[in-house]
């Protein structure tokens, strides 16, 4: 992804609430599944820890 691609996704990583959070999650391990280009599927991957990270702070809270 380009470097705003990320800037939008980290923006609404910030704001997501946790609802949003499991359903990007959700769609995004859907789709990792039917991806071939490994170059997007470490982005995919990359998106799924970041928002995992996010989740687990939700959680402890």
Known sequence: MERA???SFYQWLDTA???ELRSRHQK???LLEM???LGVRNDVKRMLR???G???VSDDS
């Open 5 to 7: 691609e990320w800037k």
């Open 17 to 19: 609430n946790i609802d």
């Open 28 to 30: 995004l391990v859907g």
């Open 35 to 37: 991806l071939v280009d």
């Open 50 to 52: 970041d928002i995992e």
């Open 54 to 56: 996010m989740l687990l």
